[in-house]
C-alpha cells in the first residue's frame, strides 16, 4: 500500500513540474522544423523596446491550423488543419501572427495561424 502511495505522489509532482506554454508571436521564417518568431507585446510600455527573435524547433507531428480568436471567451479555438503544415505558403510573408504552443521541452506542439479578418468596408453608396 505504502509504494502504490508513493508512486501517485510522485506521479502527482512531475505532472506539476510539467507544463506546456501558450504565446501568441509574430512568425519570421520557417526552415524545415525550426521556427523563428517574435513574441507579440501590448501596451504602450512595450511599443518602442524591439522584440528578440526566438527560433525553437517543432516537434514531428506539430499540427498546423487554422486559429480563430473567440472575443467573449477570450481564447483561440483551432480550425481547420493547413495543407502542407510547417512547409505551407502561409509561412512566406515573414510575418505571420499565431499561437503556439510547446511542451515542457520547450518543442513546438502546436501552431495555430491567426485569422487576418478581413475588415468590411462601410457603403460610401445611399439607397434613396
Same mark, same amino acid.
Given at each position: ?22 504565446? !501568441?508571436?509574430?512568425?519570421?521564417? &520557417?526552415?524545415?522544423? *525550426?521556427? $523563428? +518568431?517574435? =513574441?507579440?507585446? %501590448? ?12 527560433? !525553437?524547433?517543432?516537434?514531428?507531428? &506539430?499540427?498546423?491550423? *487554422?486559429? $480563430? +480568436?473567440? =472575443?467573449?471567451? %477570450? ?54
Amino acid at each position: 500500500m505504502g509504494k502504490i502511495i508513493g508512486c501517485v505522489t510522485l506521479f502527482l509532482f512531475g505532472a506539476g513540474v510539467m507544463q506546456a506554454d501558450e504565446i !501568441v508571436v509574430s512568425i519570421k521564417k &520557417v526552415d524545415g522544423n *525550426k521556427i $523563428t +518568431y517574435t =513574441k507579440v507585446m %501590448k501596451g504602450k510600455k512595450n511599443k518602442n523596446t524591439p522584440a528578440e527573435e526566438v527560433t !525553437v524547433t517543432a516537434t514531428s507531428d &506539430v499540427k498546423v491550423m *487554422k486559429g $480563430t +480568436y473567440d =472575443k467573449k471567451a %477570450k481564447s483561440f479555438t483551432a480550425g481547420d488543419a493547413i495543407e502542407g503544415g510547417l512547409s505551407s505558403k502561409t509561412f512566406s510573408s515573414g510575418k505571420t501572427f499565431a499561437r503556439i504552443t510547446t511542451d515542457d521541452t520547450g518543442k513546438v506542439t502546436q501552431v495555430l495561424v491567426a485569422d487576418k479578418g478581413k475588415k468590411k468596408k462601410k457603403s460610401t453608396t445611399s439607397d434613396e
